[in-house]
């Protein structure tokens, strides 16, 4: 079935770098959910976002849903090492169900 | 209080054995998943009931069974494990409504080792 492509699937940088995930797809989404998953734990629901063109913050990430809706990113400015973990993003398709992208895993050395 | 419990958190057993994992929610949501996360950390649906109800059945052999005794609960029981087998397992439950857009909530996950 549709799935999101995610990319980069690993990223390493150094503390106070920034850093971004990006999700496309080749179809319209109809939103968009970003997830945090840290080593060892389970993945943390993020944001949602549903509008063509949204932009929103929380903090040092900022979210981001593409005019067409379907591609999205996810931007952390001055990276910690709290950031540490696996971004997902998600799509929901019909029938209820949430499919997620392969994820980008973040490494951050201080 | 724990929103999404799973049990057990780590499990280890050998190939051949057939084996359980719970989830329980007691968020009242209406809709309960399981989710598959391979080393490479992709997650993968595997089923997804509503009320009881199996609404999503992705291909996953059906060595596993799901089941759901109340909108509360719903288990995974696996049958003749295999070495493949071996992951992570995550329940979620999300609140159904007019919309899809409401939240997934995971449990811990449930390490499965299969030697």
């Known amino acids: 079935g549709q799935q999101v492509m995610q990319i980069p699937q690993y990223q390493h940088v150094q503390e106070g770098e920034d850093f971004t995930t990006y999700c496309n797809s080749s179809?319209?989404?109809?939103?968009i959910q970003w997830y945090k998953q840290r080593p060892g734990g389970h993945p943390v629901f993020l944001i949602q976002?549903?509008?063509?063109?949204e932009v929103k913050k929380q903090k040092r990430l900022t979210f981001q849903f593409g005019e067409a809706k379907k591609n999205s990113s996810l931007h952390i400015t001055a990276t910690q090492t709290t950031d540490v973990g696996t971004y997902f993003c998600?799509?929901?398709?019909?029938?209820?169900?949430?499919?997620f992208g392969k994820g980008t895993t973040l490494s951050v050395s201080s | 209080d724990t929103a999404v419990s799973q049990t057990p958190k780590y499990l280890v057993t050998q190939m051949g054995n057939d084996k359980s994992i719970k989830c329980e929610q007691n968020?009242?949501?209406?809709?309960m998943y399981w989710y598959k996360q391979d080393s490479k950390k992709f997650l993968k649906i595997m089923f997804s009931?509503?009320?009881?109800?199996?609404?999503i059945n992705e291909t996953v052999p059906n060595r596993f069974s799901p089941k759901s005794p109340d909108k509360a609960h719903l288990n995974l029981h696996i049958n003749s494990l295999e070495l493949g087998d071996s992951a992570v397992y995550f329940c979620?439950?999300?609140?159904?409504?007019?919309?899809?857009?409401?939240?997934?909530?995971f449990g811990n996950g449930t390490r499965l080792t299969v030697t």
């Open positions: 976002l549903v509008k063509s063109g």
């Open positions: 179809t319209t989404l109809s939103n």
């Open positions: 009931y509503n009320n009881k109800e199996l609404i």
């Open positions: 968020l009242g949501h209406d809709t």
């Open positions: 998600a799509e929901v398709q019909a029938g209820t169900a949430l499919i």
């Open positions: 979620a439950s999300r609140k159904e409504g007019n919309s899809y857009n409401s939240p997934l909530h």
